[in-house]
C-alpha cells in the first residue's frame, strides 16, 4: 500500500510539476543541467537572498522520475537557508543511493526510496541536485 502511495506522489508531481516555470529577474542564477546518462535536461532558476532561497523554479524534459524529483526537491528547498539545503542534499542522495532515510524531513521526496533499486535512474532522481550543485558553483565563481 505505501509502495502505490510513493507511486501516486510520483505521478502527481510528474504530471503536476510544481515550480515549473522561468524565474525571471535580474538577481536570478540560471544554471542549465543535462543528465549524462540519458540526456534528461532542465534549467534551474534560483533567487537567493542572506544565503537563503527566496524562490526556486525550472523546466525541463524528462523522464517521470528527473521531472517529478525536480517538482520535489524544488518545494522542497524553497525558503531554506544553504546550511539548510546542504543537510537535505546529503539526506536525499543517501535515500536514492542506498534507500535508507534519516531522521531529516525530506517531504515527498522520500516517495523515491524505491529508485535505490534502480541503478540506472539514480542521476534522473538525483538531476536536480545535481543542477543545484551547478548554481553553487556559478554562486562561488560570481562572488
Not at 510544481?18 to 540526456?39: A, F, M, S, W
Not at 523522464?63 to 542534499?89: D, F, H, Q, Y
Not at 531529516?104 to 534502480?118: I, P
Request: with cysteine.
Amino acid at each position: 500500500m505505501l509502495n502505490d502511495l510513493y507511486r501516486q506522489t510520483i505521478i502527481d508531481h510528474n504530471k503536476r510539476r510544481r515550480n515549473y516555470y522561468e524565474l525571471q529577474g535580474e538577481d536570478v542564477i540560471k544554471v542549465h543541467y543535462k543528465n549524462p546518462t540519458c540526456g534528461d535536461i532542465m534549467t534551474l532558476y534560483t533567487r537567493l537572498e542572506n544565503d537563503r532561497i527566496q524562490d526556486i523554479s525550472f523546466l525541463g524534459e524528462g523522464c517521470s522520475i528527473s521531472m517529478a524529483s525536480s517538482s520535489m526537491m524544488t518545494e522542497l528547498i524553497k525558503g531554506k537557508s544553504l546550511e539548510e539545503v546542504a543537510n537535505l542534499r546529503i539526506h536525499a542522495e543517501k535515500l536514492i543511493r542506498t534507500g535508507e532515510t534519516a531522521d531529516s524531513d525530506l517531504g515527498d521526496w522520500l516517495s523515491l526510496e524505491g529508485v535505490h533499486k534502480l541503478r540506472a535512474r539514480h542521476n534522473c532522481a538525483l538531476m536536480p541536485w545535481q543542477a543545484y550543485d551547478k548554481m553553487l558553483k556559478t554562486l562561488n565563481r560570481m562572488e
